[in-house]
């Protein structure tokens, strides 16, 4: 019995162990939900914070004791708020606490529970600075109700608005100045590649200004409010705190500008030291251009083109060098514009690299150059521009044609300048005669018709081959040299013509189109009817009578 009694009260005290831990464990969480569901409340009185609410004084949460507060101090009779505020300790419930009052108007009260441990303040010295910010907004209060101050600061506000409206128009009108005198100045340039950029970019220039019209327009807004506020005592702290922020914002940014200086001089001297190698660089590759230097494997058609890609890359190592000292250069920002311009670059690159390769292979493989008269297959002209990503052609009509860089490499370049040196553009045009006229006679009256035509040159001398042996005629091509390739159709159209009086002076029919039966004369045009109506008759040339 005694045993079993033993055992009994054993369970009954693990019993009642296991309840109270239970009890315990579901108390905490119940407090912490509770302390949750209360947060902290700061009274504010004009502006000015005076103490910060964090627990409940007996049962009443820290907001309803924020609107207690408020409540005591709007009730104070006009005459008690410039009266010292005291300070009268007690304790309740084991937790010692202050009461602010004015006399017999209680305010607020301040307990051990509202100290914020980190500012490592006792009691008292809470309560004191409590009872000094209150004494000096209700000061401010007091100050605010006399005639005098409230007159001398609508004074002083309506002066200050006076003198920010004025400083408004003012910058408005030095704005539209500016804006108007370098629109006249771009006007007056109109012709001057100095200002050609301007023109494009008029609207830039206009939204840049009105940008910086509305910043010295804020900042004019600003120290307006910021002194009306501090004009009146009411608002003389919203007024210092936006003092304090503008002051602070410039502070911040002056001691960021000066702890960065060390960086960003460092960034300058890496690009100094950049600059300073591709101008040296300029300078070969300027002599190279010129002939001054000679470099094996370096063309004067891949000079321009090798010097862009040296200084690309120079530029880009320096940049690479210099971008870890630049101010803000490991931010979330610069971060985000590398995301997103490593994003552009992933989308369109596809394209762009595949012409800026078409480009280089252009250059370097000196198909083509600035100058040259090339035949494309469907455009024929002068090379005028060989960039990176297209090449621009003048045709003979003087139109501008623009041929990506990668079709050109994908289709054959015939190109007339190359080779023709000295001896100029090699032009050639075919005429088919019959076998019954001597092949001599055609050579000396195709050569005949060249060097009467104006824009093809006597030396070197006209040439003619005889390209086929057909069934009914043999096909002679004429080959002379001219100086300016883009006049190639009206030095073409002068020839024929040319051509075709030769061969009817001297009566040989030229065997172009086909006949069915041959005339029993040849066809030919006499002379007497070279000027036949609506033609004009011209004089006859010396080279003319002499044939």
């Known amino acids: 019995m005694t045993l079993r009694l033993l055992f009994s009260q054993l369970f009954a005290a693990l019993a009642w162990v296991l309840l109270g831990t239970c009890l315990t464990a579901a108390a905490v969480p119940v407090l912490a939900a509770d302390e949750a569901r209360h947060p902290e409340a700061t009274l504010r009185y004009h502006f000015r914070p005076i103490f ?20 005591r101090i709007d009730a104070l009779p006009a005459g008690r708020i410039t009266d010292p505020i005291e300070l009268t300790p007690f304790i309740t419930d084991g937790q010692s606490g202050i009461n602010l009052h004015i006399g017999e108007f ?36 007091a100050e605010q109700r006399r005639p005098r101050v409230l007159l001398t600061g609508i004074g002083f506000s309506i002066l200050a608005t006076t003198i920010g409206l004025t400083l408004l128009w003012l910058i408005r009108r030095a704005t539209a100045w500016m804006v108007h005198h370098l629109q006249e100045v771009i006007e007056a340039e109109n012709d001057s590649n100095r200002f050609r950029w301007a023109r494009h970019g008029w609207l830039l220039v206009q939204r840049v200004a009105q940008l910086v019209m509305g910043f010295l327009w804020l900042s004019v807004a600003y120290l ?58 300029g300078n070969f590759f300027r002599a190279a251009r ?28 320096g940049i690479a060098v210099a971008y870890p000292f630049i101010p803000m250069s490991d931010s979330a920002a610069f971060k985000g514009l590398s995301v997103m311009f490593g994003f552009m670059l992933t989308l369109g690159s596809a394209g762009i690299v595949n012409q800026l390769m078409a480009g280089l292979v252009l250059v370097y493989s000196r198909s083509l150059s600035v100058g040259d008269f090339v035949d494309l297959g469907e455009t024929i002209g002068v090379v005028s521009e060989v960039g990176a990503l297209s ?52 050579h000396a009256m195709l050569v005949a018709a060249a ?85 004009e008759p011209a004089p006859p040339s010396p080279s003319t009578g002499n044939l």
């Open 224 to 281: 307006w409010l910021t002194y009306v506020l501090a004009r009146f005592p009411l608002t003389e702290a919203l007024g210092d705190r936006l003092t304090d922020f503008l002051f602070g914002l410039l502070n911040t940014f002056g001691m960021g500008l000066i702890e960065a200086l060390p960086a960003l001089t460092t960034a300058l001297i890496i690009l100094f030291l950049a600059k300073a190698f591709n101008d040296a660089l």
């Open 52 to 71: 910060t609410f964090r627990t409940t004084f007996v049962g009443v949460i820290p907001e309803h004791r924020l609107r207690r507060a408020l409540n």
């Open 106 to 141: 209680v305010l607020f009260n301040i307990v051990e529970g509202d100290l914020d441990p980190e500012e490592k303040m006792s009691l008292e010295e809470a309560a004191r600075h409590a009872a000094a910010e209150l004494a000096t907004a209700l000061q401010a209060a």
């Open 290 to 317: 010129e002939g001054r230097v000679q470099v094996p494997g370096l063309h004067p058609e891949t000079v321009t083109a090798t010097h862009r890609i040296v200084s690309i890359l120079v530029w880009g190592l």
């Open 451 to 535: 060097e009467q035509t104006p824009g093809l040159r006597a030396v070197p001398q006209p040439f003619v081959y005889q390209r086929a042996l057909a069934d009914w005629y043999v096909e002679y091509e004429l080959f002379a040299h001219m100086d300016k390739p883009l006049e190639r159709v009206p030095v073409l159209s002068a020839l024929h013509a040319n051509i075709q009086d030769q061969f009817n002076t001297y009566g040989v029919q030229i065997m172009s189109p086909h006949f069915v039966m041959q005339l029993s004369n040849n066809v030919v045009v006499p002379r007497e009817q070279w000027h036949a109506a609506p033609a």
């Open 391 to 442: 090449t621009k052609i003048i045709n003979m009509r003087n139109e501008e044609v623009t041929i990506p860089n990668a079709v050109l490499v994908g289709s054959p370049i015939k190109n007339y300048s190359r080779l023709a040196g000295a001896r100029g553009t090699l032009v050639s045009t075919k005429v088919t005669i019959g076998y019954d006229t001597p092949w001599r006679q055609v």
